[in-house]
């Protein structure tokens, strides 16, 4: 026989979790602001903001995503570590742009993954929206990695990734996250303009001095 929760206890559940998904998107917001700013400090607030998240995703059924989550935590800690020491004089690395074609094969490829994850999940998962919620995880896995590596388009990827994200946030209740995700689609947009006069001028600079 099912054991009934009281509201009360449920109220207080939802408190909880309402609680917690308001830090983990301050966290959030940081990580975003000072990545635009190319601050090393927005990882920091990325590890701190994407352990809390782990914990909501899964106890609303985004598997996909409670489980980026853990990715998202060494990504974290390896893009602090990149943008200190990595590069050829280990002072952190520059902002690079890649060329259409190597975006386009990365798009198919992913894309691909994405799929086969997503039909996965159809079929064997109680995942809610679970192509969706593939191609999200799959694509945000990447962009991550381009973030990391400082590459310019990485903006215009989350621009999409936000977009789908914020439906799927919406339909599950998780108000104050679709929220953020409304404001992280203007600030990626933000960050690209700001990345690009960033990536021009180290361009300029490099062909003065060849």
Excluded at 147 to 170: G, T
Excluded at 181 to 210: D, E, M, P, Q
Aim: glycine fraction near 4%; charge should be positive; include cysteine.
């Amino acid at each position: 026989m099912n054991k009934v929760l009281p509201w009360y206890s449920v109220l207080s559940d939802v408190q909880a979790m309402t609680v917690w998904e308001a830090v983990a998107v301050v966290l959030a917001l940081a990580y975003l602001l000072l990545a635009m700013k190319q601050s090393r400090w927005c990882w920091i607030a990325a590890f701190a903001s994407t352990s809390i998240y782990t914990v909501i995703f899964w106890h609303v059924a985004l598997l996909m995503e409670s489980a980026l989550n853990f990715y998202y935590i060494g990504m974290a800690m390896y893009g602090y570590w990149v943008w200190t020491q990595g590069g050829e004089q280990h002072k952190g690395v520059e902002i690079t742009s890649l060329s259409r074609m190597t975006h386009a094969k990365l798009i198919g490829v992913t894309a691909l993954v994405a799929v086969i994850v997503g039909y996965i999940m159809a079929n064997y998962t109680h995942a809610a929206f679970p192509y969706w919620d593939a191609a999200t995880t799959c694509f945000a896995v990447v962009t991550t990695y381009l973030v990391a590596k400082k590459v310019l388009e990485n903006w215009l990827y989350w621009v999409v990734i936000d977009l789908v994200s914020i439906y799927l946030y919406f339909s599950k209740g998780l108000m104050l996250t679709s929220l953020l995700f409304v404001f992280y689609v203007i600030l990626a947009l933000a960050g690209y303009v700001v990345w690009s006069k960033r990536w021009r001028l180290n361009v300029s600079a490099t062909a003065a001095l060849a």
